[in-house]
């Protein structure tokens, strides 16, 4: 059921006089081009997921996100692609845009529900969903041990030795399937958190909950917080897009992106290193920010 979407991503070298004069070699893991809206880390946190539901018997995906969520997307299209029905909670009052546009097009039902009902999800999933045997509860972002399992298989992918992977972090569960992989494959690259949230310390703690590989683990990249930005974060994103032909976003990638930079600004690499850093996707996640990327 669930075949017909092979999970590869080539590994891309970019170039920039930054890496000549640090005398380091930057790749990219572009799992942004697995599928055009279930890319990323998305597919590979639905993939486990999505196998789950069909064991279980279950043909309706019921899953949680923000009104500009790539994850609701990547749902719906995996859903209208592998015979769910699905069904996105949207965090907020009742709007319409170009990102829940595609999530209807592919077939999604939505449900809005206001900040405060929405932070208790499970019990948003009983008051509307309890009747229906056939639904089953998918974690906001495709978080949890499912989703870590598909993200620890990019591990295995990688056919070139890096001495540091970059990875940003929402859920956290991305980084922790990173993290676990690199351990289970006794890899010996150290792994980079960017966490895009104000006060996303509490990230460290969640990813430890699945692997006790050490990390390092970079707070202070969050520019004022989730989906929030800065003229500087802006122009950088820009300028990589530029540069080097690839396109990523001020959410996440564009966080992660800036911090690799900043550390080999201030020597923390020597001269030598192989730096990974994945890709994950969530370029529709943009779409959200058109006046500001203007």
Partial sequence: MLTGLDIYSPVEQIHDPLFEEKKVEVFIKRDDMIHPFISGNKWRKLKYILAHASSEKKKHLVT???????????????????????????????????VLMICKLFGMSLLFIDRSSYRDKHDLFNTHFSNDPEAIFIDEGGAGELGVKGCSELVTELNEKYDHLFCAAGTGTTAAGIIKGVQKNFVSAKVHVIPVLKSGTFLEK??????????EF?????????AKSTPELISFVKYFCRSTGILIEPIYTGKMFWALYDLLRKDKFPAGSKILAIHTGGLTGILGMSSRMA
């Fill in 218 to 226: 970079h707070p202070e990249y969050h520019f004022g917080g989730y």
């Fill in 206 to 215: 969640e990813i430890q909950k699945y692997t006790d590989r050490s990390f």
């Fill in 64 to 98: 949680f996100g923000g009104a500009f969520s790539n994850h609701l997307i990547a749902t719906a299209c995996a859903a209208a692609k592998f015979g769910f029905k699905s069904t996105g909670i949207v965090r907020g009052e009742e709007v319409q845009n170009d």
